[in-house]
């Protein structure tokens, strides 16, 4: 079965960086559109950053020019570079897959990223 098991969450300053990974395994990872979503207390779990199997990079708005996110399909290894954090990135993030052949949705179990201020 699909399996995503995210790491790299933890406590930062503000301005610090942080660096996500998520294994996937139980798919061809490289078919697959992935991406990360997070979601803080109290609210949704909202988008963050996907990566399509082309390359093609798409960000929200709060974290373009400070998120980067990268996929190695020969590791089946998603990431998610996250430079000068602001308190507001604090969350639970989520390593999200989208099946390319039946569309379902796949989640991973999400790790802890605190901003200190």
């Known amino acids: 079965q699909v399996q995503l098991v995210e790491s790299g969450g933890g406590l930062v300053q503000v301005g610090g960086s942080l660096r996500l990974s998520c294994a996937a395994s139980g798919i061809i990872f490289s078919a697959n559109t992935v991406g990360w979503y997070r979601q803080a207390p109290g609210k949704q779990r909202d988008f963050v950053a996907v990566i399509t199997s082309g390359g093609v990079l798409s960000y929200v708005d709060s974290v373009k020019g400070r998120f980067t996110v990268s996929r190695d399909n020969a590791k089946n290894m998603l990431y998610l570079q996250m430079n000068s954090l602001k308190p507001e990135d604090t969350a639970v993030y989520y390593c999200?897959?989208?099946?390319?052949?039946?569309?379902?949705?796949?989640w991973g179990q999400g790790t802890q990223v605190s901003v200190s201020s």
């Open positions: 999200h897959v989208l099946h390319w052949l039946d569309g379902r949705h796949y």
